[in-house]
């Protein structure tokens, strides 16, 4: 949703790289061109207005005219804006003292509130929660209807006595829900209510009625943050009409400007709480305004997909793919297929991809990304026999072309397929040995100073330390020096502390933090143990 926002900031910022010093108008530029940036993502103008003099006014103080990287700063400074401008810090369900928690959906038709209610059942169903979703909408034809179908979907009862379309007093049901939650050891109370194509005082009042019936202990205001402007007046409205203590964002996955996300907290001082980023009843979680900001200004969102992956994987399937990677058996086929279910379940390739830091750069390479062809290489593997999966080097021509028939696709793909699963291959051997390629100081492999360099230029080292002259008179001469050397060694070896404890070289801080290095500190020996 902000891809044109990230796309324009992104610019921006790289005007400024490689500037030693920023001046006044360097400034005022780069406020000119995130001030559009913002405008064009249809960010609410007042909101437009106060970041823009906030990111002025600290781009003159002293913590960017003495940041030794200027453009760094003010990246910095934007960033810290934006997460303040999203809501500072995460906002989280408060819960009730006595159960069941009441939380109360509020919002117009079309915004998502039923489907979002189905998310947000089984997501506290995942924090070990015992919800129960209410069907307090009886005007929309089938709304009944469909809130059981999302509820049964989610795992989840459906307090539902009344059929709807019309039929069915919704203060009562949202009243008498609490006593069934109460019954039935229901600590969550999910009410979705009824909405309108419009503001209106109608459903204004049904809401506060609602309200006043069962006490929530969270109002939540759920709308579409692809309405653009509407969004931040129809918040407004329902503040002013019923009053919400939190807003959920739906349908942030879709290709508006997304401007409404960055409205709504500054202009109504509610908090964003909730987002919802696809149709699955799994995409779903909390608002992270800091993780937000990262993802708008390209660096990435990497804490949500170690939050994915700690959901998504099974602990027992992750014990044992990392058995298979440290045992001595070879890496196979049917390995490499697990690794891509894997990853599979983590949702589609892009928006792994995308939460990576400077991917904003590819994504149109990104958005190209085929999640088909995981299916066609699993139909390959597959397609072959177990003999084939554990020794790929057995499949020749003819098998290969055997695979292919039976998978549905071409030879070519089948010996991409094999290429690709040997070049993984070497790298498991290589892991499994200490080390990988190319990476320094990673022992067995190299790599600009690894342990297979070290160890390779101590044993030349200590070769070249045992040749002896051809000289039987010189040859002695060295041997009487070696020996000497090693006498001295011993009457002079002290047992050396380790640094920092009087011992051994002290930790010298760099140049850019003072130089000059730590003070040394006291020798231990200096210190007496008391007497008994």
């Known amino acids: 949703m902000f891809e044109t926002l990230s796309d324009r900031l992104t610019s921006v910022f790289s005007s400024l790289r490689g500037k030693g010093r920023l001046s006044e108008e360097d400034i005022n530029a780069t406020a000119r061109e995130i001030r559009l940036a913002l405008l064009e993502?249809?960010?609410?103008?007042?909101?437009?207005?106060?970041?823009?003099?906030?990111?002025?006014?600290?781009?003159?103080?002293?913590?960017?005219?003495?940041?030794?990287?200027?453009?760094?700063?003010?990246?910095?400074?934007?960033?810290?804006?934006?997460?303040?401008?999203?809501?500072?810090?995460?906002?989280?369900?408060?819960?009730?003292?006595?159960?069941?928690?009441?939380i109360m959906l509020a919002g117009l038709q079309g915004a998502g509130k039923t489907t979002l209610a189905g998310k947000l059942a089984k997501w506290l169903s995942a924090q070990r929660n015992t919800p129960l979703l209410v069907a307090a909408d009886?005007?929309?034809?089938?709304?009944?209807?469909?809130?059981?179908?999302?509820?049964?979907?989610?795992?989840?009862?459906?307090?539902?006595?009344?059929?709807?379309?019309?039929?069915?007093?919704?203060?009562?049901?949202?009243?008498?829900?609490?006593?069934?939650?109460?019954?039935?050891?229901?600590?969550?109370?999910?009410?979705?209510?009824?909405?309108?194509?419009?503001?209106?005082?109608?459903?204004?009042?049904?809401?506060?009625?609602?309200?006043?019936?069962?006490?929530?202990?969270?109002?939540?205001?759920?709308?579409?943050?692809?309405?653009?402007?509407?969004?931040?007046?129809?918040?407004?409205?329902?503040?002013?009409?019923?009053?919400?203590?939190?807003?959920?964002?739906?349908?942030?996955?879709?290709?508006?400007?997304?401007?409404?996300?960055?409205?709504?907290r500054h202009i109504t001082g509610r908090p964003i709480m909730?987002?919802?980023?696809?149709?699955?009843?799994?995409?779903?979680?909390?608002?992270?305004?800091?993780?937000?900001?990262?993802?708008?200004?390209?660096?990435?969102?990497?804490?949500?997909?170690?939050?994915?992956?700690?959901?998504?994987?099974?602990?027992?399937?992750v014990q044992k793919m990392a058995s298979t990677m440290a045992s001595d058996e070879d890496f196979t086929l049917d390995d490499f297929l697990q690794q891509m279910m894997m990853v599979r379940k983590l949702g589609p390739i892009g928006n792994l991809l995308g939460m990576m830091p400077g991917?904003?750069?590819?994504?149109?390479?990104?958005?190209?990304?085929?999640?088909?062809?995981?299916?066609?290489?699993?139909?390959?593997?597959?397609?072959?026999?177990?003999?084939?999966?554990?020794?790929?080097?057995?499949?020749?021509?003819?098998?290969?072309l055997r695979i292919a028939n039976?998978?549905?696709?071409?030879?070519?793909?089948?010996?991409?397929?094999?290429?690709?699963?040997?070049?993984?291959?070497?790298?498991?051997?290589?892991?499994?040995?200490?080390?990988m390629p190319g990476i320094p100081g990673m022992p067995g492999m190299g790599g600009g100073g690894g342990g297979g360099a070290r160890k390779k230029a101590k044993a030349q080292q200590k070769k070249k330390g045992k040749q002896r002259s051809g000289n039987p008179m010189k040859a002695r001469q060295q041997e009487l020096e070696r020996q000497q050397r090693r006498k001295e060694q011993q009457e002079n070896a002290q047992p050396q502390l380790p640094p920092g404890f009087g011992g051994g070289k002290q930790p010298q801080l760099p140049p850019a933090f003072g130089g000059g290095g730590m003070p040394n500190m006291p020798d231990l020996s200096d210190f007496k143990l008391p007497e008994k």
């Open 41 to 102: 993502a249809d960010v609410a103008l007042p909101v437009v207005r106060d970041f823009i003099a906030r990111i002025k006014e600290r781009s003159r103080g002293e913590e960017v005219s003495k940041a030794l990287n200027p453009a760094q700063q003010v990246i910095k400074i934007v960033n810290e804006e934006l997460i303040e401008i999203l809501g500072g810090e995460t906002r989280q369900i408060r819960y009730a003292k006595n159960p069941p928690t009441v």
């Open 138 to 264: 009886l005007q929309r034809p089938n709304a009944v209807t469909q809130l059981q179908v999302v509820g049964e979907r989610a795992g989840t009862p459906v307090f539902a006595p009344e059929p709807g379309n019309g039929v069915g007093d919704p203060v009562e049901v949202a009243r008498r829900s609490i006593e069934f939650a109460e019954r039935n050891n229901h600590n969550i109370v999910v009410i979705d209510t009824a909405g309108r194509l419009g503001v209106d005082t109608e459903m204004m009042q049904q809401a506060a009625d609602i309200r006043d019936a069962v006490s929530p202990d969270e109002i939540i205001f759920v709308v579409d943050a692809m309405i653009g402007q509407d969004a931040v007046n129809t918040a407004q409205a329902f503040l002013d009409g019923v009053g919400y203590d939190a807003v959920a964002l739906t349908k942030l996955d879709g290709d508006a400007r997304g401007g409404a996300a960055l409205s709504i």
């Open 274 to 317: 909730f987002a919802s980023t696809g149709e699955k009843l799994d995409d779903f979680d909390l608002f992270h305004p800091d993780r937000m900001a990262s993802r708008i200004l390209d660096m990435g969102d990497v804490l949500t997909l170690i939050e994915q992956a700690q959901r998504t994987f099974d602990e027992a399937e």
């Open 359 to 400: 991917m904003g750069q590819m994504r149109e390479q990104i958005d190209n990304i085929d999640d088909k062809a995981l299916d066609r290489l699993q139909a390959i593997i597959q397609s072959m026999t177990p003999g084939e999966r554990s020794n790929p080097k057995m499949i020749n021509g003819s098998r290969r």
């Open 406 to 435: 039976g998978s549905g696709t071409q030879v070519s793909d089948v010996n991409n397929l094999v290429t690709r699963f040997f070049e993984a291959q070497k790298v498991m051997r290589k892991m499994k040995n200490g080390g």
